[in-house]
């Protein structure tokens, strides 16, 4: 195997993904814990927006602060290197989480026993079933009077629309919680409260009948876990790891973060299962990691928190050949050749510069507004990453300039804030009015603090009559000209000057789909 082969294969890049409150945090410093990035816990602060921030800006700001120290964090384990990618949980910034799962190659889904799926992991889900991405569930919070484990599995293939195959299993629930079966391996490992570190107290059980597991854990018990592994073993098929890569099962673990159980069970599998750096489509073709020129793509991007320093930190993930520090590189879009003195990566809690990265990994590149969300970098070819769509916007309102003296900053800031993807811009003419959309309220209150106090540009935003963005196509040309003419102003042009279709409602939108069949409506921005 040629160096960047066994770089390749070494590689696990993933992000831990969940409903706010299900464990996600907890469980990210604990498997930092196992990998000897951290020592104690504690250690990786959450980077929740709460709800109690909604109407304080520097909250938020500090709390973006956390979110980029947290934004990619790597460990090395077994000698394999683990990148995860953080995510935001809140729902108001659940675009960046998508994007950000354009950049992982596996997911591990957190979901609370207590609550089962939530709102926020059908739509987490959702995404990854678009772009096929093999994720692993972890059933968290055992410790607690949760659901039956059989009906949390037939919640999950319901609501997540995915098969799931349980590889490990809990022995009772909430206070008489005892441990899990590892149906993968066949071990027992028994739980005990504020377990500290690596100490494991795992029990080969070769066979479930043997008195040991009555020893163990009771006869009680011990029959009943008979009785279940028996009862998997009739219902589910056998775990197929090609079926987990194919993203059309996922297998399940069963354990409690914060006490630190049924974590090793999971990271130890996933680093048996999980795929290595996987390729990538481009608009021209499909880019395979080992190809020998480097390539990336943007999908992030994150402001400087100093308002005086307006550079902000492009978070690039490698897709193929090898990224060297100070070499020149094409940025398509742009069509020019860039260079990185001092890239970096993320270690858990500080950054190092670096003079290379595989395949896999994510760099942090200093950037003065030469990016945008999915820009791509290549060693001279034009060609651009896929799989970076924008979706609708929930919330639409109209940017309204407060000081005409400072229309130029506005310009500018909201352009930069948008390229970060704060938010969505969409232009309608005549008179470049400036319609912003987002998920949530909260980026309106941070675009008009980002606005004043980095930009020095006051602004209002005026609610629109606007429900839903479909970008739209025809195959003929002069069609989609004379319905964009048609229209007017409830057409709107994306950061692409796409022509978008600004819906006032479902019916109208209905409507339009029904009356207009030359013309093709999109739901999300990428439609290649
Ligand atoms: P996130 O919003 O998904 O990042 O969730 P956090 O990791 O911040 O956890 C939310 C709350 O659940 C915190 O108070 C944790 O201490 C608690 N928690 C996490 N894991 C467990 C667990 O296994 N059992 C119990 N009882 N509480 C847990």
Request: aromatic residues 10%; proline residues 4%.
């Amino acid at each position: 195997m040629s160096t960047i082969e066994q770089e390749i294969a070494k590689r696990r890049t993933f992000g831990i993904i969940s409903h706010p409150d299900a464990g996600k945090t907890t469980l990210t410093e604990k498997l930092l814990l196992f990998g000897g990035a951290i020592q104690t816990a504690g250690a990786v602060k959450s980077n929740k927006i709460k709800k109690s921030a909604t109407s304080d800006f520097m909250e938020i700001e500090k709390q973006r602060g956390i979110s980029v120290a947290t934004s990619v964090m790597t460990f090395e384990y077994h000698d394999l290197k683990i990148n995860i990618l953080d995510t935001p949980g809140h729902k108001d910034f659940a675009e960046d989480t998508y994007r950000t799962l354009t950049a992982v190659d596996s997911v591990i889904l957190v979901i609370d026993c207590v609550k089962g799926v939530e709102e926020q992991t059908e739509r987490l889900m959702e995404v990854c079933r678009m772009r096929k991405t093999p994720v692993i569930i972890f059933i968290n919070k055992m410790d607690r009077e949760g659901q039956n484990p059989f009906d949390l599995l037939d919640e999950l293939e319901q609501k997540l629309m995915i098969k799931v195959r349980p590889l490990t299993w809990p022995i009772n629930i909430g206070q008489n919680f005892k441990g899990v079966y590892n149906l993968y391996d066949k071990s027992l490992n028994l739980f005990s409260v504020n377990k500290t570190r690596i100490e494991r107290d795992i029990v080969a059980i070769d066979d479930l009948n043997s008195p040991e597991l009555d020893k163990q854990v009771g006869e009680r018990d011990a029959n009943q876990l008979r009785e279940d592994v028996e009862l998997i073993e009739g219902v589910y098929d056998e775990f197929d790891r090609q079926a987990y890569l194919d993203a059309d099962v996922a297998p399940v673990f069963f354990g409690s973060a914060v006490n630190n159980f049924g974590v090793q069970e999971l990271l130890d599998t996933f680093c048996d299962i999980a795929p290595a750096t996987l390729p990538r489509p481009t608009d021209v073709r499909v880019i395979i990691p080992t190809d020998k020129k480097f390539s990336g793509f943007v999908f992030k991007i994150h402001a400087n928190l100093d308002p005086k320093h307006r550079d902000r930190i492009a978070f690039l993930r490698v897709c193929s050949g090898i990224f060297e520090r100070n070499k020149f590189y094409h940025h398509v879009r742009l069509d020019k050749d860039v260079r990185f003195s001092n890239p970096y990566n993320f270690m858990a809690q500080s950054k190092d510069v670096i003079d290379e990265a595989f395949p896999g990994d994510v760099v942090g590149l200093y950037d003065t507004g030469n990016f945008k969300i999915g820009d791509t970098l290549t060693e001279g070819e034009d060609f651009f990453f896929q799989g970076i769509p924008s979706f609708s916007p929930e919330i639409f309102k109209e940017l309204i300039n407060m000081d005409p003296l400072k229309s130029k900053q506005l310009e500018k800031g909201i352009q930069q804030l948008t390229d970060e993807g704060v938010a969505q811009l969409f232009l309608i003419q005549p008179g470049n009015r400036k319609v912003v959309g987002t998920v949530g309220d909260l980026q309106f209150e941070v675009i008009q603090y980002r606005l004043e106090h980095e930009y020095g540009a006051k602004c209002r935003f005026d609610s629109m009559p606007i429900s839903k963005a479909c970008w739209i196509t025809s195959d003929n040309p002069a069609k989609l000209q004379e319905y964009i003419r048609l229209k007017g102003t409830q057409i709107g042009y994306d950061k692409d000057e796409h022509p978008v279709f600004l819906a006032e409602s479902d019916w109208m939108l209905r409507m339009n789909i029904q009356n207009n069949p030359d013309i093709r409506f999109h739901q999300t921005s990428e439609f290649k």
